[in-house]
């Protein structure tokens, strides 16, 4: 498929991307190969093309073109296969958006509208495709991906070696990461060995130094320092703690000795180090917090292990091999209960086991403003039995991406040198979290065998402790994925400020469309915009759309270009008032349900004057006037019935570890039970959905909104906001759906038609649609308060989080009584818009307000955008501008 000539490392090119060559009638790809390679161009538009698969989507560093010339940080490698054949193309910069905001993607389908050749004149007869225009195909993605190369080839373009992680940098990615060192024998002379404290006392006089034996109590994640106009293979980084009998030392791990060790060097790994380089500490390193508060500490020099000058040899020693006499101390943690957290100051460090029972989607966060790289992240808690509280845990990715990917409710997670989050000025309870630090690993069921903290105390109570539980009622309380509003923004704005690290703490409103098309896939990020509140629409689920899980938005033509060059503005993700209604089956639905009349007098206008006898009205139609709600179409649902069931107990975690049980094969009658309880059970096949809507708007709206310079609609509650019951059957393809995009196409490794809508919703029956007028009254925003409660685990959502909030407060104290209502099998319908929830809103009618926004961009045009704080302007610590 590329030229047959050797590349770089005088390899041919792998059989794989050349496959279909000899068959090249029947590859649509390799006659477009030889088409655009024969042009004068170098550039073709095929006609008619048909749709391809996307196999892969890679990502590597780009580098850095001569000054002032600006471009992207990273380049794209996409591969696709057309059924014959498959081929590793460039990705056209102007088209990274498309990877950015997961419109191209792993699995997907489109058509090449747009191709050229680009040659390498740095090289001999090196060539490679290149993808310059795309749009979106229908169909399906390919059963399965065509056998990869046993080594994967490095990237196209450029010099570098290796790809990247598609979403973050600190994640080992490819085949060039061992994954475990093979062990040779190992002949241990201590006669010949020197000791971290004779080194910390001799190391200036020295250049080669005897062999150490030491053991790693503390493992960082990667760091990857790779820049543009740098030029390292393998830009990687790794800290370890190393100790031996007389105390504990730093050790880096440097370059191409990090996808050959990093894995293998594990908490609580015996090594011998020999050829080993020693250089003062870097000042500005992380530190861990022994578990031993006793060992002695040499923080002067680190041990440097390097490819050359000189070239380190590692040995890993067997556990079995480890001889007591060496002296090397064992690994001790500082595990905490949950009872004991609140008592812990800010920024203290310690280690946690616990159940989990809700873990949420992996988001991620920018690093620098504008910048390219991200923090990944997610949400989760845990219970341990020592209280009726959760641990509350923020987990950013520590280079485990196997554990990382597969934390899910009813595993035993292990999280070691967490940190202790809370704000004193808070309070103290509400507000307490721990965040995973640069030395934090993870461990869940799966993972434990082995590791050192299996013999810590507090780990064998926690395991007593779960033999006491109850699965069926375990069950019950677990969530998962969805908007996770934590932590919740301060009660006090100017702490909201400080806390803010970016530039400009207040965003125009009209900038809000900018703001969200500058989102890449995934990230989430706080926003904070003046206005005034002007007018509150409740939209609700009836019963049966209860059953299913919240709000299907209509969705567009999937045969719409994704772009042949950069998206512009009109394409971006905030769209015009009608976009919904362009759908042809949502046209036809309104047309049998709703007068032309009513499409335009949907909403019940309530002013002040009225709020006493106000006027409730239900419609089973659209808001067209807003254009930024959603219909539920008459659709079949079709619901499983559990003839087959994955094992499954809670004494997962001892089965594997602590207690060998002969019945752990069996699944219980509790947790049998407890699935045909969470909706389940055969039902009929077609339920009529609909929605009611209770609105209120000020005067001051009634006045402006047909005078609006601009009006963004962003309301809209997609069925990825919803949290969801938790089912552990189908466990992989609700992780699936709380993952991100994997970087290559992987077949479905299990079968199942569900739908993420029919897995039960965990919190509310329906959500608020809050208009937000700018404060020039020329700009207005919709936007979305997703009242959050889950009646069988009360700590998961809080409505106290909120109380100070007194417009909030009273949305989320009505929901979650309707939702106390319907489940104790009470009306479905009752108002929400109750006359507390009236009076707050007039309370805040024509006053300046800061709202903040939670935005997460969920992929392709979906953004959710939740209201999820409200300030006052006129408050002692809020200035008003005006």
Sequence with gaps: MQDPTPERDGSARPAEERRGVAASGASWIQRVFEEVRGSSQLSVAPAEPPPVTVLAVERYLAEAPPPPAAAPQYWYDVTIADGACQQRCYLAPHLNGLVQRAHLRAGARLRLTRCAYLYDEKRLHYGFLCLEGLERAGGAAAAA?????????????????????????????????????????????VSKLTSLGQLEMTWRSRVHFQPLLVRVLHKSRLRYYGKPDKKVDMPYQAYFEVADGSGMMSMVLWNSLCPEWYKSMKVGTVLLLEQYAIKTSYPFKTQ??????????????????????????????????????????????????????????????????????????????????????????????????????????????????????????????????????????????????????????????????????????????????????????????????????????????????????????????????????????????????????????????????????????????????????????????????????????????????????????HQVLLTKKSSVKRKITHRLCTDTEQGSASVIPVSSYTYFTRSARKKFSLNEFQHEDFVQDKNGQAVSESLQYC????????????????????????????????????????????????????????????????????????????????????????????????TVLGINHDVAIDVAFLPLFCPEDTHLFRIEDIQNDTLLSCMSCISACQQKASSNGGLHDMFPLSSEIIKAAMDLDGKHVVCILDVCHLGDDKVEVFLSKIYQTVEPDVLDPV
């Design 145 to 189: 991906a065509a056998p990869r190369a046993r080594r994967r080839p490095p990237p196209l373009r450029g010099e570098k070696k290796h790809y990247l992680p598609l979403w973050n940098n600190e994640d080992p990615y490819g085949d060039m990461w061992v994954a475990e060192k093979a062990l040779a024998p190992v002949d241990v002379d």
């Design 288 to 601: 861990p917090t022994p578990g031993d508060s006793q060992m002695k500490r040499f923080a002067t020099i680190e041990i440097s292990l390097n490819v050359r000058d000189p070239p380190t040899k590692i040995s890993i020693i067997p556990e079995e091999m480890v001889k007591p006499e060496w002296g090397l101390p064992e690994v001790k943690y500082r595990f905490i209960t949950r009872s004991e957290l609140d008592d812990l100051p800010n920024n203290h460090s310690c280690d946690v086991i616990g159940l989990v029972t809700f873990v949420g989607r992996a988001e991620r966060a920018r690093k620098r403003e504008h910048g390219e790289d991200f923090w990944l992240y997610r949400w989760a808690h845990a219970i341990d039995g020592t209280s009726d509280q959760p641990f509350i845990l923020e987990l950013f990715a520590t280079s485990q991406p196997d554990v990382f990917e597969h934390i899910h409710p009813m595993t035993y997670l292990v999280c070691t040198q967490m940190r202790v989050v809370r704000d004193i000025t808070e309070n103290p309870s509400r507000t307490i979290y721990l965040t995973t630090s640069n030395e934090s690993q993870m461990f869940i069921t799966g993972w434990h065998k082995g590791q050192p903290y299996t013999k810590d105390a507090k780990v064998k109570n926690f395991i007593q402790w779960t033999k006491t539980q109850s699965e069926a009622v375990q069950m019950k309380k677990t969530v998962v994925g969805g908007y996770y509003p934590f932590p919740r923004p301060p009660n006090n704005f100017l702490r909201y400020c400080k806390n803010n690290k970016v530039e400009s703490i207040l965003k125009a409103i009209g900038e809000m469309g900018r703001e969200i098309e500058d989102l890449h896939y995934r990230e989430h990020k706080r926003i904070a915009i003046q206005g005034i509140i002007s007018a509150i629409r409740y939209i609700s689920c009836s019963s049966a759309a209860e059953d299913v899980s919240g709000v299907e938005p209509a969705q567009k033509d999937d045969s719409q270009s994704v772009g042949s060059s950069a998206m512009s503005k009109e394409d971006c993700v905030h769209k015009e008032k009608n976009r919904n209604l362009q759908n042809k089956e949502v046209k036809s639905l309104l047309a049998g349900r709703c007068s032309p009349g009513e499409q335009h007098q």
């Design 675 to 770: 699935a045909d309880q969470e909706g389940m059970r055969d039902i009929p096949e077609t339920e009529e959905t609909g929605r009611t809507c209770d609105s209120w708007q000020s005067d001051l709206w009634a006045k402006v909104k047909d005078k609006l310079m601009k009006y963004l609609h962003h309301s809209t509650v997609f069925p990825e906001s919803i949290p969801r019951k938790f089912d552990y059957v189908h466990k992989d393809l609700l992780m699936q759906q709380y993952n991100l995009h994997a970087a290559v196409h992987q077949p479905k490794e299990y079968r199942s038609d569900k739908n993420i809508n029919e897995f039960k919703s965990a919190s509310g029956l329906g959500y608020y649609e809050v």
